[in-house]
């Protein structure tokens, strides 16, 4: 079993606002190659931007993310989130271990941060649009 | 059977040891379609524009075919429309590319009909930029005020497009229908055990490793499954072992959804041996492990995965152990095996147990009397019979799954409260 950290990141549209709300969720999770065993922790994080994203915001992004997560672990990503980039380019400019989804484990994981990201991102939508 | 010739062009400055793997895949698909072949040829040099290969590898091409009496000519290489009209006229044979080939093999593995309407689909995602070429050339060669052929060949274009977009909406609205497929195979009491993973990675020498030799599946009650199942028995369990057509390297993405159509027997199992060549360079083995994972990971559901590390007779130990660390974190339950030299399968079987659903062992009195045997011989063939006894009853000590104790209990209770008497039945 190993310790991973799956992120994902919702809202790179922009809003008819004009700007971007950006949602991040890290998930702790320990996972085997084919299964999730056990989910630690998850935490998201929501942010606003006035232009889209470039790849150093996003690392940015999933770091101030993954910093509120207690348990050590690789940080895995879909590729698409990192505008596709090669993995030594986007690994570089991690403080943190980083590597882009491969086993079935890890892309369940991806899939687990997706959901919650973008879930997330559009509850607080829903209540941003009641003030 | 079906005579082919090979051909590769290799790019100058490729690795050998690539090239070589690829033309050993090439050969395995062209098997696989049904052919023999018969001769290889391989050439490394740019591309040339009218014959892919050079003008004389041409001409020598067309003497093997001519001595050989070959019946079809396959090249590794993408050909263009123009490439294979040449290439046929000179060699006076038929001549397809990869792509062709393994679009052959999917419309033999197509069985369900989305899978059919998947490599419809490929295939005619194959003819479009064919059809251009064609609508092209002739409108060259049209004469300015001849408005007929220009039109009508424009529309052959146009009908390859209405077609993709028509099979496009129907594949949107079919449903995959494996839930119905498991369910009724499971009303028969068997389970499934797929063989997935790359061409060459040795499917097929272990399926003929594991099966119990000539024991023929009835194929009335499988016609979802392919041909290329068999039977094999595991302490009395009987299974069932499917061979796959394999994945194939560097696939274009207009052919994937084809292939994954014929993977549903993959997806229909309820234990997937994936192997896996361990010998082959540790960077190899990582992306096809990383890209089975791709493909599998959505739709096997809670189908357990076994890997199963082969040909391990090709590497030392050390090796061996090195490269099983590296790969660990992408080889659920890893088995290491050789397929051809028959070590671990009997491991490798004893895990395959292991992952079934359990079955429950009871004793069941029946009368003697012909619904009595005729239950008894029922149990025989759903489950596994340890001990029958015949005293003034049939006692059978059996082990099947839940279904089947309950309804022997049931057929029990109901045929000793009748007595022995038949015709209340
Ligand atoms: N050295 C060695 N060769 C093997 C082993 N298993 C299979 N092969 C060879 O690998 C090649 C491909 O095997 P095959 O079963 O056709 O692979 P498939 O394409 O996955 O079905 C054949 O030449 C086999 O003889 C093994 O355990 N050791
Ligand atoms: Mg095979």
Known sequence: ?131 | MKKAVLVQRNEPESEEYRNSSRLQELKELAESAGYLVIDEITQTKNPDRNYQIGRGKTDELSWIVAETGADKIIFYNQLSIMQIYNISQTCRCETIDKFHLILEIFATKAKTKRAKYQVELAKLHYELPKAKTIVSLLKKKERPGFMGLGSYEDSYEKDIKNRISRLRNELGRMQKDYDNLRTSRHKKGFSIVALAGYTNAGKSTLFSEMVDENVEVENRLFTTLSPTTRSFQVNGRKLLLTDTVGFIEDLPHWLIDAFKSTLDEIFLADVILLVVDVSEPIEIIKKKLIACHDTLWEQIEDAPIITVLNKVDRISEEDLDCRISEIEYLTPNPIIISASEGTGIETLKKKVFSYLPVWKRKDVQLPISDSGMSIASWLFDEGIVHNIKYTDRIIVDVEARDEVINKAKAVERKLNAYGHSEDQL
């Not at chain 1, 992004?61 to 590729?79: C, F, L, M, Y």
């Open chain 1, 1 to 131: 079993m190993r310790d991973i950290i799956a992120v994902d990141i919702s809202g790179r549209h922009r809003t008819s606002k004009g700007h971007y709300y950006i949602v991040c969720a890290a998930v702790s999770l320990s996972v085997s190659p084919d299964h999730i065993e056990k989910i630690h922790q998850v935490n998201t994080k929501a942010f606003r931007m006035y232009r889209p994203l470039k790849v150093l915001d996003v690392v940015h992004i999933i770091e101030r993310t993954v910093s509120n997560i207690k348990r050590e672990g690789v940080i895995v990503t879909e590729k698409g989130d990192m505008y596709n980039k090669p993995l030594s380019f986007v690994s570089s400019r991690f403080k943190d271990e980083f590597k882009y989804q491969e086993s079935i484990s890890e892309r369940l994981a991806v899939q687990l941060a997706h959901h919650i990201s973008l879930s997330s991102r559009k509850l607080l939508i829903q209540e941003l649009e009641k003030i």
